[in-house]
Nanobody, 124 residues
Framework: QVQLVESGGGLVQAGGSLRLSCAAS????????MGWFRQAPGKEREFVAA????????DYADSVKGRFTISRDTAKNTVSLQMNSLKAEDTAVYYC?????????????????WGQGTQVTVSS
């Protein structure tokens, strides 16, 4: 079992930055690929970014590429999402997710563990 707790959400003006963190506990962290997803009101939960278990590989949705950076600290069992140049359309609840296996995936169905989510609101 893996427990995930997100933090760092909030209200920010367009063009600003936020850093989300996700603390993981329960199992060997490096055995899990990690992902960030988001869900805006009335929309499906969508992929944002992912990182492999060994941190060698990352993947980003086209909508955030060049603005968001995912990273992980194996010593601290945390994964972070640095979000720069935020836009109003980035407003959503952001979820951290973990999947058994080191290979990162874009499909939310591939992830078996989820955090409770943290709200990010970008004002225009």
């Amino acid at each position: 079992q893996v427990q995930l707790v997100e933090s760092g959400g909030g209200l920010v003006q367009a063009g600003g930055s936020l850093r989300l963190s996700c603390a993981a506990s329960g199992r060997t962290f490096s055995n899990y690929a990690m992902g960030w997803f988001r869900q805006a009101p009335g929309k499906e939960r969508e992929f944002v970014a992912a990182i492999s278990g060994n941190s060698y590989s990352t993947d980003y949705a086209d909508s955030v590429k060049g603005r968001f950076t995912i990273s992980r600290d194996t010593a601290k069992n945390t994964v972070s999402l640095q979000m720069n140049s935020l836009k109003a359309e980035d407003t959503a609840v952001y979820y951290c997710a973990a999947r058994g296996g080191a290979t990162m995936m874009r499909s939310k169905g591939s992830y078996g563990y989820w955090g409770q989510g943290t709200q990010v609101t970008v004002s225009s």
